[in-house]
């Protein structure tokens, strides 16, 4: 298991001085996110990133994300010219020794919360998720601010871009990411990279749009288009915990082979598509988080696992859910975990 710690770049307040600080990290989890989605990622810029966090002692070997342009997953006439791109990315990715690209194939919005900072008892503050909540906003309207999706967009552009969804549903979506898969996984296979799908969060459709990777049965399907293991997965406990049905622990025995990359986190189920993120350790939340390590460890898994959205706490202030406290606190609470149960068990 190789610890890591997602890094925004030099705009992230948290420098990698600190990251290197906190006990057993191996890398950083990054990417070239000034360059827009759909053009390539100049080899100075990803050499960059590999020297900067080389000079603190952490590896880089983990990008997150490579973004998926739009149309590719609207099937455009031009998908086909925006794969190769894509390719191409990763062909370049590879030379700088990057080993598993983390993508994500959510039409229009990434992840979504409907605050961003709620407090809790205790003082701290947490993403949350409330679906009536969501279901009020109009995104059309510019009523959603979000952290961790495209923020370029105009309000027209939104509403265009919505629109032209509208012909999509999930059998098309699942056409349209059979086509980039075909094409992208033979460049993985031969250039070494793990390509790994982070499922959609939360794990079921929002405003209309088709949502596709949302549990074991999106699996099944995603690898009988290209059995290669480099097609693969990000196991994120979060999003997929966000829905009770899906059992992580037999998920992550069922899948090992595929997964490369594990986001491990906490999630407080507080009522039927409700969710808060809390701290990571199992008492604070729904997940157990024990069994998950237990079931990854048990299953051999050598790949890259990080903490993930973190509480604001100790008066932290920052971008919502990438502080540093409660993300260092998560990433040795699963040292913890995992030292333990590798010890006791193998
Ligand atoms: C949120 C993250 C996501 C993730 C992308 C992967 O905190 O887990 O934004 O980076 O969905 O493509």
Redesign the pocket.
Known sequence: MKMSFRWYGERDPISLEKISQIPGMHGIVSAVYEVPVGQEWPEERIDALKSQAAAHGLAFEVV??VPVHERIKMGAPDADALIGVFAENLRRLAKAGVKVV???F?PVF??LRSELARTLPDGSNALAYDEEAVLKLDPSKGDLSLP?WDESYTKEELRALLDQYKNINDEKLWENMERFLKKVIPVCDEAGIKLAI?PD?PPWSLFGLPRIITGANSYERLFSIEPSDSNGV?L?TGSLGADPANDLPAIIRKYARKIHFV?ARNILITGGRQFQESAHPTECGSLDMYAIIKALVESGFDGYIRP??GRMIWGETGKP?YGLYDRALGACYLSGLWEGISKTIL
Request: charged share 25%; net charge negative; hydrophobic share 10%.
């Open positions: 997150e994300s983390c993508y994500n959510m990434d992840w961790g982070h969060d990000t994120c986001h993930d959205h859910g």
